[in-house]
């Protein structure tokens, strides 16, 4: 059976449209996989906190010396982790703020991020140990910028994930959704017909 994480970083608890073309995304990765099973991860709803001095020191102190506090937050990590690893499909609803991705998809990135979990250094370099997972990009944005300078946030995203070891990364675009009624109607058909053919 196939399982799909969709994972929905928008600010908004309300009204994101990269929130309702991720539920589309799904719904339709759904139906073309009978009987797959949606895992929904909602960081806005549930949120992550920032990296801290306590959060470090309990990714980077040894299982068997971690407090009973470091051990629930690297048991908040790990969940996150295992949640990630038994995805075959996974759903990134990015939209861009400031030319980036939100705080709540990065401090969600800084729990998955872990050495000799998601990723080991080798003679050779790092290597990605999340893997076998196709992935979907969502990125709503209120200007066009993809293919420009401005689109810090693609390269991002296909490193980070990348570095993970997801190399299999598709991304959804809906540009100029605050360019006025035609612009956005233009965009939202744009990513709609995006998703259709995924």
């Known amino acids: 059976m196939t399982t799909i994480l969709q994972i929905n970083s928008a600010a908004r608890s309300q009204g994101a449209q990269s929130t309702q073309l991720v539920n589309e995304l799904t ?3 759904q139906q073309s996989n009978a009987g797959a099973k949606v895992v929904a991860r909602n960081l806005q709803a549930e949120p992550l906190p920032h990296l801290d001095d306590a959060i470090l020191g ?8 971690r407090t009973p506090e470091q051990q629930a937050i690297a048991a908040r990590s790990e969940a996150l982790i295992a949640e990630l690893q038994a995805a075959d499909v996974i759903v990134i609803g990015a939209p861009m703020y400031n030319f980036g991705i939100s705080s709540q998809l990065k401090t969600y990135f800084d ?5 000799g979990i998601t990723f080991q ?23 066009k910028y993809h293919g420009t300078p401005h689109d810090s946030q693609t390269p991002y995203l296909k490193s980070f994930l ?9 991304f959804i675009y809906a540009e100029g959704l605050n ?10 058909a744009s990513a709609r017909e995006a998703i259709a053919a995924a």
């Open 121 to 143: 250094y080798t003679a050779t370099g790092p290597e990605g140990l999340v893997k076998g997972k196709k992935v979907f990009v969502v990125s709503a944005r209120g200007g």
């Open 111 to 115: 729990f998955i991020a872990r050495a």
């Open 162 to 170: 990348g570095f993970l070891g997801m190399t299999d990364v598709s």
């Open 179 to 188: 360019m006025g009624p035609e612009a956005a109607s233009a965009a939202l």
């Open 58 to 65: 309990a990714f980077f102190t040894p299982a068997e010396q």
């Open 27 to 29: 719904n339709k990765l």
